[in-house]
């Protein structure tokens, strides 16, 4: 009889396959050289880059060790990573004593999410700009 | 899904909606930064229902924009390889 614990498996089973399947496509395709890959809709309408643009890119760079390169197509994508990554394993510890909470209310909590959207707003605009 | 803990703020949908703005759909994405902002400022501010409710808007928006961003690349797909399987490339 299949029992809650099997679902569980399979769903962790397909995200594993998924996630390496990405991961293999993006780390030996280069996503500039090839029409499969999507394309941003605001740039192919308007020609304007959007804060997203270049992340694919990025990450082709990234999975092969260019941070340089990476860095020149989404710079918001490469330093964001780590950031993401540590609210991932805030979100994630079982217990929450005051020091955790302190942490997180400095690196997730109102001001720093309003600081983090300044910064994709005003990567949006110079980008487009120079 | 109600949060009663006093102690720790409701997901916030933060790490979600930066995700869906850096690869899909930017303004859906944005919407969802602006809420997951709301939760800390409203938990925070002893509003627990409020952020709560936050929190659920901030869910709403970060799976409608990853929703949107993942039917975009498949009706992408389906567009080019269809172009390419009639030999227009």
Redesign the interface.
């Known amino acids: 009889m299949l029992r809650l614990e099997h679902f569980k498996f399979f769903k962790w089973a397909i995200v594993f396959i998924l996630a390496s399947f990405i991961i293999i496509l993006y780390k030996y395709f280069n996503p500039s050289d090839y029409?499969?890959f999507?394309?941003c809709?605001?740039k192919s309408l308007t020609g304007i880059q959007?804060?997203?643009c270049g992340?694919q890119r990025a990450v082709h760079h990234l999975l092969n060790f260019e941070i340089l390169n990476a860095l020149r197509e989404?710079v918001?994508?490469v330093l964001?990573l780590p950031?993401?990554l540590t609210?991932?394993v805030f979100?994630n510890l079982k217990k929450?004593d005051k020091r955790i909470?302190k942490w997180r209310?400095i690196l997730?909590?109102?001001k720093a999410?309003?600081i983090?959207?300044l910064f994709?707003l005003s990567f949006w605009i110079i980008r487009n700009i120079i | 899904m109600e949060n009663k803990n006093t102690e720790r703020p409701p997901k916030t949908w933060l790490l979600e909606s930066i995700l869906a703005t850096l690869f899909c759909c930017l303004p859906l994405g944005i919407a969802g930064i602006v809420n997951a902002s709301k939760v800390e400022s409203r938990f925070y501010a002893g509003d627990v229902d409020g952020a709560n409710r936050a929190s659920s808007a901030a869910k709403k928006w970060t799976t409608w924009s990853f929703g949107l961003g993942i039917a975009g690349i498949i009706l992408y797909m389906i567009f080019v390889f269809g172009f390419a399987a009639s030999g227009a490339f």
């Open positions: 029409i499969y999507p394309k809709p605001l959007c804060p997203g992340s989404n918001i994508l964001a950031y993401i609210g991932f979100e929450s909470l209310k997730f909590g109102h999410i309003y983090f959207l994709v």
